[in-house]
């Protein structure tokens, strides 16, 4: 007997849909607008086309911004990616002592980002902070303030302690949806753990694998509040990543058009990458039963 599909189901999402094009196009229709017009005073704009687009990519600050921002999600995602996997398998799989663990986990993840920053920056200084007085103990020069690759380093550590439990937790979701018929067969034929993880686990973790990916890469590449509190963009421009600098564009300077034409490049290009990795990591995946 045949069954007649219903699309009727959509109409509960409706609602949802709406709220959010809301949301949405309208702020995007009103930065698009700005984007293309010099805004001298309430009533007083001019159409100036795509001068500020040109503008905006040919600023070597923020070329260098660019840079910075690339470098870091790029190593954010090389730390944790693997990291968060590695941990994942060493946790356990029964008892109350899982509870324990994912809460414990899970307890980086209710810090605000302004309050993150606010730790780290009281836990790097030397004279009352625990970890900079421990790399002082250590005869380690340790100053995120004067130093822009110490700066670099705390803002990166401080990124990997605050979401690493996001990726661990995905992850370690994604393991414990493996059918058990799965380890049985592997038993059978004396799989190592290594030929487990390659060709079981590793594969089953593909698609949960791509949400931490694009997850984790549009949340670094928008890093604003854990540096900006930890140092200011400093030492010099060294943790000054583009979110920082939109900011100082639009409400530092006022320069509304500039930053409305930069906003949509930002948006563009973090669309982009994620439609890269996406189909990179996913290519036929969706033919996978």
């Known amino acids: 007997m045949n069954k ?6 959509w109409l509960l999402v409706l609602p949802v849909f709406i709220v959010v094009a809301f949301n949405s196009i309208i702020p995007f229709m009103t930065i698009f607008n700005y984007s293309v017009q010099d805004i001298f005073g309430p009533g007083q704009r001019v159409f100036v086309g795509f001068e500020w687009f040109e503008q905006v990519l040919s600023d070597k600050d923020l070329h260098a ?3 910075r921002q690339l470098l870091f999600s790029f190593c954010v995602l090389g730390i944790e ?3 968060g996997i590695g941990i994942s398998l060493l946790l356990p799989t029964k008892g109350w002592s899982v509870s324990l663990c994912l809460i414990l986990l899970a307890l980086p993840l209710l810090i605000p980002w302004n309050v993150v ?3 780290w920056q009281i836990f790097g200084r030397t004279d009352i902070g625990l970890g900079g007085a421990a790399l002082k103990a250590m005869g380690i020069h340790y100053n995120y303030a004067g130093s822009y690759i110490d700066a670099w380093l705390t803002v990166l550590v401080m990124d990997v302690w605050h979401w690493l439990p996001l990726v661990i937790l995905l992850c370690y979701a994604g393991l414990r949806a493996i059918p058990d018929a799965f380890y049985q067969a592997a038993n059978i034929d004396s799989a190592s753990n290594w030929a487990i993880f390659r060709h079981i686990q590793l594969p089953k973790l593909k698609k949960v694998l791509v949400i931490a990916i694009l ?3 549009m949340d670094s590449f928008m890093i604003y509040s854990e540096p900006f509190v930890l140092t200011g963009g400093g030492p010099g421009s060294s943790t000054t990543f583009l979110s920082q600098s939109l900011t100082t564009m639009a409400i530092g300077q006022f320069d509304v058009g500039p930053a409305a034409a930069f906003s949509i490049i930002y948006f ?3 669309l982009l990458i994620c439609f890269v990795f996406y189909s990179a990591f ?3 995946g969706s033919n996978e039963s």
């Open 268 to 270: 563009l290009f973090i």
């Open 215 to 217: 997850l984790r890469f």
């Open 282 to 284: 996913m290519g036929d």
């Open 4 to 9: 007649i599909q219903s699309n009727k189901g």
């Open 117 to 119: 920053g606010t730790i």
């Open 81 to 83: 990616i693997p990291l």
């Open 65 to 67: 911004a660019f840079f």
